[in-house]
């Protein structure tokens, strides 16, 4: 043991095995660097220009339908092509490439331009969840899909280039490098134990309790024990599942439920509309046995001191090692400590 | 083959192992998203507000001498601390942490407040090179010291807090996780075929010549096959040496002149402070034998549009895979054939 709110350390990141740089000491370091511009918090319901609002049309001229729902198409610039023909590059096992395949979709949460997830009713968000959950059992269904990523980037500080509310879902031929790794580390953890690595990790955290959020009827929301990014958090299925096809529709309002309660904790820390890069990590589709996956959702936000001073991943971090201030420990109280009304509600 | 300019495909970085997805296909994606500051480029030569001018005082009261070559200190806010007791964390194999101790240094490159490195001339670069050099020989003679990371975080958008020219040395107790995948990589490599990866690399690289930007008497830039960042780019010394301490004086003196060159060549691609993190990756010191290292520099630049348009690694790239839409190839055309006199000098 050693005073792990004071000493420099590293924790072993569970899921892929990586190490992560924890400096607690280090947090009254003055910030003289890059200050964010505030995003403005107040749009309207509808916006004529918006390509994603309902009855506009969109960049490559199809025009939305007047819908009511979250209202799901093909990605007008999709990074991933369904009918690439396979192909493949190896120069002297040097210079290695393959063509690769997919389908890229993007889901508009609301017809509402001006809200967010934490704005939206549990109701609105339970659409969202039964959204995602027809979606990936759709995409599954073509065989050659081996994996499905359903993912949302809010706010412009996080790349998102429409504020209008909107999550993202890439499905692919292959499996990407980071799902690899979670993949590899919950295989040797079932095989050596018979159980998930994420049931047995949630056991020690709801004893442990100080990096416990949110611990509803069917899922948990905790900071990582190796949350890299200052408010990291991660939403755990109490019930060991594959992917989200399995989840029941208490399941699916409960997510809605946590999901709304952990983004409006989010929003109310620094009383701003919390970026962050959000998405779940899923059992491999077509892709033979994976009972050893265990569905799980990872908050990124990158916001560190204030609405607009945030963490930088760089140098250091790109080059070597993730590395934080804060501890988890203390970003997990912060964040529990936040109320469950959005700060905009309290302020009419 | 296919068509590498047309078709979506993973390339595989021979480096770490893993994989990086290209959308050539989606250059043509308009950018409705955030747009960075212009960083002011006139600054004076002498800041008085400075922590970093010479004669001026630092954070934590320090007081800087009237320096005119590169000057070194301990970092005032180290992420890593000397002392730090030896200690551990391991709750049921599943809360995984450890005591880190480490040095953390800064060298000023320059008293001139209002420089770069493109900026400078090769004379002062190549006391740069020396400095880093004497640094890196200086922190390997301490035993406890395993990894020693040189980086530079350039410009306010990669969390630069001061633009005195500057960059980083960070020395630890234990081999970072970046550097443990490139370890095994070459390992692996050099054991089947009993020389360098990168040497093998290069090989192939200089003579399909496409993604060549600087061919010297003893270092090669290149933008890598597996390059993610937009203009990453990588400097390989021909010589197969695990780290600077190998290198002799008119290595130092030729790597002085192609970090001109590429950081010149990289500002002249937008007429602007081109920003990036950049840093070497060296063998791990008091390790045993690392004869497989050879020693290489990456560039992570995150411009992709204009001087204010950036790449995000976000949603998709943090939970799957990086990505990018320009290929390495078109990347290094346009680097290639930027002047080798920096835009500064050519205005007046
Ligand atoms: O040490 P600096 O320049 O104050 O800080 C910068 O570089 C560090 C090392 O890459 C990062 O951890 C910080 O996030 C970044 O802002
Ligand atoms: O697809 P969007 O929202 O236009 O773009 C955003 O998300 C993508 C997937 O994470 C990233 O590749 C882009 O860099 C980012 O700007």
Redesign the interface.
Known sequence: ??A?ND??????N?LTG??I???P??S???????VE?LASDNRPAYDPKCYLCPGNNR?DGDHNPQYKAPFVFVND?????KD??Q???N??D?????????ICKVIAFSPRHDLTLPEMTVEDLKLVVEVWKGEFQELASHEWIK?I?I???KG???????PHPHG?I?AQN?V????EKEEQRQVEYFDTHGRSLLS??LE?ELQ?KVRILIDAEHFVALVP?WASWPYETMIISKRHVQDIRDFSELECEDLAKVLKELTTKYDNIFETSFPY???M?QAPVNSGDQGFWHWHM?F?PPLLRSATVKK?M???E????P?R?ITPETAAETIRNQSNIHYKERKV
């Not at 000493?7 to 072993?12: D, K, L, Q």
């Not at 009254?28 to 890059?34: D, N, Y």
């Not at 412009?156 to 429409?162: D, L, P, R, T």
């Open positions: 043991m050693f792990i000493i420099p350390h590293t924790r072993i569970l990586e190490k740089l924890v400096s000491h280090r009254k370091r003055p910030w003289q660097g890059q511009d960049a610039f999709s990074a991933l092509l690439s023909r192909g493949e590059i120069v002297s040097l210079l290695l490439a393959e063509t690769a395949r997919g994996y990523q993912f949302e980037n412009a500080i996080m790349g998102c280039s429409n993202q890439w292959s990407p490098v980071e799902v047995a990790y020690v442990e024990f890069s959000a998405g990590h990872h990124y930088f760089v140098g250091y790109m080059l070597a090692n590395q201030d």
